[in-house]
């Protein structure tokens, strides 16, 4: 039992320790890898042990930090090791051991940096862990520093960038550990203080202590913008380089020399003083002093008085800046040595033009104007001023110099250093073929139209033709109409094309949108069709038309038509025209009986092109079986029991008091009786099944009693009406005796 106990307490015990103090498992033995069927290696002594902790053999253990989290220093032992892999082997045939222990030792995975800590996932940098930059160029209290300058310090290890600050200037970062600073953003003979940072990521964020201000004062010499160092092939325009360089404050005057292969070239005017109160900052070299394919170096002085003396302030007022001065740093160039041949860009080669196109070429940096040829076969076309400054020459302005329908054209381009096509590279581009447009159109029998001597073309007609290459437009004339097209089709209608007659019409191909610059045409002809005679009448000939029908009724093959209808010897119906084979008829309006009506073919909604009459056609108007109804009115048919009145007539304001009296004869004698039937019904059921209650015999004569007094009420009011208008003589004739309820 004691023995029992003791396991039991020990058990509890190291539970404890794993869950309640679970990091003292980094200090402790980790757990042991059991052999199987074999000894276990932990028997063994570690003959190396690592910080006074015996491991067991046969065992892979790995985690981070475990001791201390400083910049490389550890806290425990003196060491940050960052994330550490623990492993031994036993000897022997694996799985199973024999008890002999080959030791390989505590394996360190990796460390960590100075500029480093260990966290959950290893080493990281941090920026409180980052030196501070040092060793400032310029060195600090420097003066007389050139512009641009570039300031540059030591780099920091595991710094991924650094942000710079010059002091009321600028503030930025960089990823190396130098930066350049130009385009005027500092200005000459100024004192500037400036400082770094180093940073843990490449955009200048979490970054390390800034260092001690440092100090530098700038030249009184300008910094220089254009050309820029080391620049090759510089183009050399007609009016000359344009040198440019940034404002002085305090200069009065400026002193620029200018070096070709290491000799000095004179330049005139000098020195470079103030114009109108302004000094400017740039100097045009003469047209023709410097030379293609030449090497120049330059630099500028300030000088502090308006005749170009004492440039510098270690310079006296009698030194000429053309000796003494406070220079910039000299900056090189180069000239071009040959433009090259600009690429051709359009028409692409055998492209058909015309004047809304352009030769087209790409920009050749040096370049100041561009000749230009083109030949018809071997033979230059004599085009004047063939040059331009632009990267492109519109047909349209020269299209004069060219011909219609030609295969045999060729053009090319060469670069010039000047703006006037003179001096000129003698080497051209590519050559490149084009045709112009004005070919005469082309007519696919199967799809273009009419085809030649074409017979019965109904109106309007589809003039149509192929497309032909490099067309602008079309230029077309039929009869005595001509106009222009974009696309390759137009449409002809009346009153330009009448019936039966023989057209020509023609079309050319053009190089303009407004058809003025075209090419030979092709005459074609035509023949109009016939208007036919409308047939087949509705109602046919001799037939009978009900009132309640609406249309009259025909075929044809025109869409405009013109009909007429009369009756008795006179016009019914006058010349109406209709855009379909039917034409609407208020039957009602019409007296019944015999009408004769005619119709024919029309090419125009006036009917001035048209067909000869088709009919005489007669029909005969009659109603049908027609039954009463509330409408007094418009109606298809008129019911002989209303003698007073015709419903065929056209509604007017008398039908109103009509309508009243078929209503009060509804309501009165069908509506009103039905609804007392069904009330006499409903009070025998609800008696029936009342089985007598006196309730409910009450609830029925009060039912019966509402009725009745209704009913009454609506006779007595009528009565009392219609006796009121007999005492004073009303009788209106025209509108029926509208007021008497038929018993």
Known sequence: MPNRFLKLLLFSFFILVLFVFPDFTLAADPPVDACDGGVCCNTAANPNEFYGLDHPCDFWYEYGCPWGNGCGNGAAYGNDYGRIDYTQYCSGNSPNCDGNVTDNGWRVASYCNTWETCGDSGCACNSSCLGMPSGPYPTDNDENVKLPVTLMWNAVPGAQSYRYKIEGVTESATTTPYITIKNCVLKSNSTYNWQVQACCDTAGNNCGSWSDYWTFKTSLAPELLYPANDTENVPLPPEGIIFDWCDVEEAQSYYLRLYRSGEEIDLFPFPITKKDDVLESTFAEASGLLTPGSHYEWEVAACLNEDGTKCGF??????????????????????????????????????????????????????????????????????????????????????????????????????????????????????????????????????????????????????????????????????????????????????????????????????????????????????????????????????????????????????????????????????????????????????????????????????????????????????????????????????????????????????????????????????????????????????????????????????????????????????????????????????????????
């Open 314 to 743: 270690e310079y006296n007022d009698n030194q000429s800046g053309a000796t003494y001065g406070e220079y910039s740093p000299r900056w090189k160039f180069n000239t071009w040595e040959q433009l090259p041949f600009p690429p051709l860009v359009a028409p692409e080669n055998g492209t058909a033009v015309n004047q809304s196109d352009s030769l087209k070429w790409g920009e050749i940096h040096g370049a100041f104007s561009y000749l230009y040829q083109i030949k018809k076969g071997d033979v230059i076309v004599p085009i004047p001023d063939s040059y331009t400054t632009k990267m492109q020459v519109s047909f349209k302005d020269i299209w004069d110099y060219l011909e219609f329908d030609e295969e045999n054209y060729s053009w090319q381009v060469a670069s010039c250093w000047d703006e006037i096509g003179e001096n000129c590279e003698e080497n051209w581009s590519e050559e490149r073929s084009f045709k112009t447009t004005g070919t005469p159109p082309a007519f696919n029998e199967e799809g273009s139209g009419p085809v030649n001597d074409a017979v019965n073309v109904s109106i309007p007609v589809k003039l149509n033709w192929d497309d032909m290459p490099g067309a602008a437009s079309y230029y077309y004339s039929v009869a005595n109409a001509t106009g222009t097209v974009k696309k390759s089709e137009v449409l002809i209608e009346y009153p330009i094309l009448k019936q039966n007659t023989n057209y020509n019409w023609s079309v050319k191909t053009c190089a303009d949108d407004k058809g003025e610059m075209c090419g030979e045409s092709i005459a074609r002809n035509f023949t109009t069709f016939t208007l036919s005679l409308p047939g087949n009448p509705e109602p046919e000939d001799g037939g009978v038309f009900l009132t309640s029908e609406r249309y009259l009724k025909w075929e044809g093959s025109p869409k405009i038509y013109r009909y007429k209808v009369d009756y008795q010897g006179e016009q019914k119906i006058p010349p109406t025209t209709v855009f379909n084979n039917s034409a609407f008829i208020l039957t009602y309006e019409l007296a019944l009986g015999e009408y004769i009506w005619y119709v024919q073919s029309c090419l125009d909604s006036n009917c001035q092109e048209a067909s000869a009459l088709a009919g005489p056609w007669h029909f005969t108007l009659v109603q049908g079986e027609c039954k009463p109804g509330l409408i007094p009115c418009g109606r298809d048919c008129d019911v002989l029991e209303t003698i007073s009145y015709n419903e065929r007539d056209p509604c007017e304001f008398k039908h109103i008091f009509l309508l009243l009296n078929n209503i009060l004869n509804f309501v009165l004698w069908r509506l009103g009786l039905i609804i007392l039937v069904l009330l006499a019904l409903a009070t025998g059921v609800i008696y029936y099944f009342s089985m007598g209650a006196p309730q409910t015999m009450v609830k029925v004569k009060s039912i019966l009693k509402s009725t009745g007094i209704g009913y009454g009420i609506i006779f007595l009011a009528w009565l009392i009406i219609n006796l009121i208008l007999t005492l004073l003589g009303f009788q209106v004739e025209l509108f029926g005796r509208w007021w008497q309820i038929n018993f």
